[in-house]
């Protein structure tokens, strides 16, 4: 086995682990806000929110910074920072006595971690750009896996020892995957520039990024799939209520739901990642996207629990390649040394897109209904999926040895 092969899977296995620790606690995470209690006088509601909206938004400012401080002194070291800092964080959140402070350590969370994006560059920077396509989903395959796990061994945990018990399971599973990297990873990738090109300063290196052909568009099409993916996640369990009866089993349903989509999206990630590598991301993203729109349109049409469990399950299916076609594209398009500016600018645009879509979600529900979210994300997929067919630049070949433009 090869050395990229061998850090490919480490980090597979690094990426499942930490997937599985910060799903466990997501589902139940308003729950544990309202069992805390505030302590300001604003409503449970307000901070329940702000535990998922001040995350996101730290992490879309912090997330840039580090992935350039990451061309300079290494992937490796960026990964185990957020793998060690999330696992102190965390454990920290097992403690805390009210709503603010969870808020609070949420707020740092975002500023410390990003294990993902870390993860991508460390992965990009080693494989082979001709197989890349290939390791990106072999990397969504074990964060959708985790994903998938999570919610399960959270519920149990829940139920079983409290809400506090999951942080503590999660602090855990944070160091094993931060010493499996430090342990396993032997060399972390790290760039290593021509003496007559010194270290560009932020600004001028993410300057130099979004001034490469294709990259804006590409950093556009990965807001709009991730605003058109997570839109309809905060208003599941209240649509499945609409097709119930009771709402009894309500928790059951929308945790199948979103687990079986999850485990879709690992099903097909690997293989679709490798069609890109043989066919251009290009067209899988093109193709990808045009199946979403249908089966988002058909959303629209369900009547009961099942037939919505199955759309879901194929979407999860065709995200398996929307995903990493973009992770992909962006890696093809920059050169050598550039990796963590650009998927720390990508993780960054990624959190906006969390932040943003339960606002949109929540004004097309407001004016709209419930259904009106499948039509807005069919037509946000309509829009990627035609952008990338008309405005998207096919990648050059190879791996090009300067970063930027």
């Known amino acids: 086995m090869q050395r990229w092969q061998t850090t490919l899977w480490i980090m597979f296995t690094a990426q499942l682990i930490s997937a599985v620790g910060f799903a466990v606690f997501f589902p139940f995470l308003p729950l544990y806000v309202a069992d805390l209690g505030t302590q300001t006088g604003l409503s449970i509601e307000f901070w329940a929110g ?53 808020v609070l350590l949420r707020a740092i969370q975002g500023m410390i971690t990003g294990t993902i994006s870390a993860a991508n560059a460390l992965v990009a920077a080693e494989v082979p750009r001709e197989r890349l396509g290939y390791a ?27 809400y506090r018990m999951p942080f503590v399971l999660t602090a855990g599973l944070l160091l094993l995957a931060g010493l499996l990297v430090s342990l396993g990873v032997r060399r972390g990738a790290r760039p290593s520039p021509k003496a007559d090109q010194p270290h560009q300063g932020l600004l001028a290196s993410w300057r130099a990024i979004l001034a490469t052909s294709g990259m804006p568009l590409a950093y556009s099409l990965r807001f709009l799939a991730s605003l058109a993916h997570t839109i309809f996640i905060p208003f599941a369990p209240l649509f499945i ?16 739901m979103v687990g079986t989509a999850s485990a879709a999206s ?28 249908l089966l988002y349109l058909l959303h629209i049409f369900v009547t009961n629990p099942w037939q919505l469990l199955a759309l879901q399950l194929s979407a999860g299916a065709v995200w398996g390649g929307v995903s990493p076609a973009i992770s992909a594209l962006l890696g093809r398009y920059t050169g050598t040394g550039s990796e963590g500016a650009v998927y720390g600018i990508d993780n960054a645009i990624v959190s906006i897109a969390r932040a943003v879509a339960p606002i949109l979600g929540a004004l097309v529900v407001l004016l709209i209904g419930l259904r ?24 050059p070949e190879g791996r090009k040895e300067e970063s930027g433009a």
């Open 50 to 102: 702000m535990a998922f909206s001040s995350q996101a938004i730290t992490m879309a400012l912090a997330s840039p910074i580090w992935g350039s401080l990451a061309d300079r002194v290494g992937y490796k070291l960026m990964v185990e920072r957020a793998m060690y800092g999330g696992a102190l964080i965390l454990l920290l959140m097992a403690f805390v006595r009210s709503a603010e402070e969870l």
């Open 136 to 162: 990106m989903g072999t990397l969504q395959m074990g964060l959708w896996g985790g994903i998938a796990l999570g919610p399960l061994i959270g519920g149990l945990l829940a139920d079983a020892f409290g």
């Open 241 to 256: 209520l609409t097709l119930m009866a009771t709402d009894e089993r309500i928790g059951t349903v929308t945790g199948v």
């Open 266 to 293: 690992v099903a097909t990630s690997i293989y679709l990642g490798r069609l890109g590598d043989q066919h251009g991301h290009r067209w899988v993203l093109i193709g990808c996207a045009s199946l979403s729109v």
């Open 372 to 395: 009106g979210i499948f039509i807005i994300t069919a037509l946000i997929y309509a829009l990627v999926g035609g952008l990338a067919l008309l405005r998207l630049p096919d990648p």
